[in-house]
DNA sequence: GCCAACGTTGGC
DNA sequence: GCCAACGTTGGC
């Protein structure tokens, strides 16, 4: 699909730079290996429901924006590889499905709730534990790293990926 | 609009 | 499994 044919809302402006995102995933649900191994190293990210995220991939995600894949509630969680936006948003087809934990029944097609997005593999990185986010100075303004945050999408600054990606260096 | 009850998240 | 934090629901 193009992004100027989602319905409701007006194309965003096109962008030069990509921005960057933390997405949270259990990996007994989709892992970092479960991306990689997918068709063509995509699959949609469906199951948010939580407005706030939901927000962020209706008016700030675009296409090829930068994705820090991160493994929660699991032995350990942190960040597991890099990834980035492919396509949507678009409705989340799990809403409609009374077999889907993920069902919505008070979502109908005509009005959709929950968004969609395609996230595609770019590569896995070795693990960037909690503990040593955590522990980064560079790193304490991490949304994620926040008391009480729960999003599972948080926005992450131009300087934060930076860092991140070169603590991955070491 | 208030707010208590309930559900979910996610590290530990 | 525990529990703190937070979001959502629904009666009033």
Not at 1 to 30: A, F, I, Q
Not at 73 to 102: H, K, M, N
Request: glycine share 6%.
């Amino acid at each position: 699909m193009r992004l100027t044919e989602r319905g409701g809302h007006p194309p965003h402006p096109p962008t030069t730079m990509p921005r960057h995102w933390l997405m949270k995933s259990e990996p007994d649900e989709c892992s970092i290996d479960d991306l990689r191994d997918a068709p063509a190293g995509t699959l949609p990210w469906t199951g948010v429901r939580n407005y706030q995220a939901r927000n962020f991939m209706r008016d700030e995600m675009r296409l090829g924006d930068d994705v820090l894949f991160y493994h929660s509630s699991c032995p350990e969680p942190g960040i597991a590889g890099l990834a980035r936006i492919a396509g949507g948003p678009v409705p989340d087809g799990t809403q409609f499905d009374p077999a889907s934990p993920y069902h919505d029944a008070k979502s109908t097609p005509d009005k959709p709730r929950w968004l969609q997005i395609d996230v595609s593999f770019v590569r896995k990185t070795r693990l960037l534990s909690l503990a040593a986010l955590r522990a980064a100075p560079s790193l304490q303004t991490l949304r994620t790293l926040q008391p009480g945050n729960r999003l599972s999408i948080t926005p992450v600054t131009d300087t934060e990926w930076r860092a991140v990606l070169r603590l991955l260096q070491d």
